[in-house]
């Protein structure tokens, strides 16, 4: 084992070594810890499955990588680890059954980078997924913007990706709350993504938390924001609100995975002639609760009542 390796900087050479999510390398970890499973990696003496995981940087860079990400730090985004017993915001971590377990057998996150204020626990203690189409019509937009208003207002944190549509109309209502938010990207946090939210998502990091399971250097692509989607879906500990979504929608596999969390999943319909619409309407189908106002998801959702105070 390598004697010069603390627990936080074996799990950013974790991160630099593999492609999440890696879950024969999740695996190698529960089984000899964070520590000796980082030096393996230093060593490049990995079993088999965990070598498919690799990314391409070689083992002698890997060192110095995660050194130069954690010095970044100082002033730029700070990496949480399961170690973290106060930030770290999965509680599942602790289970002695299969603790890298989420749902539909995907795994957690080797460590998260966090860029901005706050404890990310806390926020996504209070979290709840406003979600939707990219191409959302303006009745999608005014609903997120509205819902992301209320909802912070009532002492919920948004959460989602901040793409375009939906869920950054709902970035922007909970901000114009002065309240904070949560957004998971699928890139390295040097990278805003995408360019046209760069100054939404400056103002998220000063009221509340970008989170990505991706070192600096990496670039956004779908693979990624398929994967990412289990991070999101897991940090929305008040469900998800799916404002529009088409049937071919990724937002129908958020809402999917938020479910098999155990979390109710809401959906707001709309014109039955609206293609924008037509996931939203097979999700009610299927159980989601319907939406007509910001009062329904307060009551079912089991979150924080709304604030009386001014």
Request: with cysteine.
């Given at each position: 084992m390598s004697s010069h390796?603390?627990?936080?900087?074996?799990?950013?050479?974790?991160?630099?070594?593999?492609?999440?999510?890696?879950?024969?390398?999740?695996?190698?970890?529960?089984?000899?810890?964070?520590?000796?499973?980082?030096?393996?990696?230093?060593?490049?003496?990995?079993?088999?499955?965990?070598?498919?995981?690799?990314?391409?940087?070689?083992?002698?860079?890997?060192?110095?990588?995660?050194?130069?990400?954690?010095?970044?730090?100082?002033?730029?985004?700070?990496?949480?680890?399961?170690?973290?017993?106060?930030?770290?915001?999965?509680?599942?971590?602790?289970?002695?059954?299969?603790?890298?377990?989420?749902?539909?057998?995907?795994?957690?996150?080797?460590?998260?980078?966090?860029?901005?204020?706050g404890s990310l626990r806390d926020l996504a203690n209070r979290s709840v997924a406003l979600i939707g189409s990219r191409a959302a019509s303006s009745y999608g937009e005014h609903i997120a913007s509205e819902f992301g208003y209320g909802l912070a207002t009532a002492g919920m944190v948004i959460v989602n990706s901040a793409s375009y549509g939906v869920a950054g109309a709902a970035l922007r209502g909970a901000l114009s709350a002065d309240h904070p938010a949560l957004v998971v990207q699928f890139n390295g946090l040097d990278v805003s993504y995408p360019a046209g939210h760069t100054r939404l998502l400056s103002h998220v990091r000063d009221n509340g938390l970008v989170v990505s399971e991706y070192p600096a250097g990496t670039v956004p692509s779908r693979t990624r924001k398929l994967a990412s989607s289990r991070v999101l879906a897991q940090l929305a500990s008040y469900g998800?609100?799916?404002?529009?979504?088409?049937?071919?929608?990724?937002?129908?596999?958020?809402?999917?995975?938020?479910?098999?969390?155990?979390?109710?999943?809401?959906?707001?319909?709309?014109?039955?002639?609206?293609?924008?619409?037509?996931?939203?309407?097979?999700?009610?189908?299927?159980?989601?609760?319907?939406?007509?106002?910001?009062?329904?998801?307060?009551?079912?959702?089991?979150?924080?009542?709304?604030s009386t105070t001014s």
């Amino acid at each position: 084992m390598s004697s010069h390796l603390g627990v936080r900087l074996a799990r950013a050479v974790l991160v630099r070594a593999v492609h999440a999510p890696a879950s024969a390398t999740v695996a190698l970890v529960d089984q000899v810890g964070p520590i000796e499973a980082a030096d393996r990696f230093l060593r490049d003496c990995v079993p088999d499955a965990v070598r498919a995981e690799r990314t391409s940087l070689p083992s002698a860079s890997l060192l110095e990588a995660a050194q130069r990400d954690l010095a970044g730090a100082l002033d730029g985004p700070r990496l949480v680890i399961p170690e973290d017993d106060e930030e770290w915001p999965f509680a599942q971590q602790d289970s002695p059954r299969e603790p890298h377990t989420f749902v539909e057998n995907t795994v957690y996150p080797l460590a998260l980078w966090v860029h901005g204020t706050g404890s990310l626990r806390d926020l996504a203690n209070r979290s709840v997924a406003l979600i939707g189409s990219r191409a959302a019509s303006s009745y999608g937009e005014h609903i997120a913007s509205e819902f992301g208003y209320g909802l912070a207002t009532a002492g919920m944190v948004i959460v989602n990706s901040a793409s375009y549509g939906v869920a950054g109309a709902a970035l922007r209502g909970a901000l114009s709350a002065d309240h904070p938010a949560l957004v998971v990207q699928f890139n390295g946090l040097d990278v805003s993504y995408p360019a046209g939210h760069t100054r939404l998502l400056s103002h998220v990091r000063d009221n509340g938390l970008v989170v990505s399971e991706y070192p600096a250097g990496t670039v956004p692509s779908r693979t990624r924001k398929l994967a990412s989607s289990r991070v999101l879906a897991q940090l929305a500990s008040y469900g998800a609100v799916v404002v529009e979504a088409s049937l071919r929608s990724e937002t129908l596999r958020i809402a999917d995975l938020v479910h098999q969390a155990g979390r109710t999943v809401f959906a707001v319909p709309g014109p039955i002639t609206s293609s924008t619409s037509s996931g939203s309407h097979r999700l009610i189908q299927h159980g989601a609760r319907l939406v007509t106002e910001l009062g329904d998801v307060l009551r079912y959702s089991g979150g924080p009542e709304r604030s009386t105070t001014s």
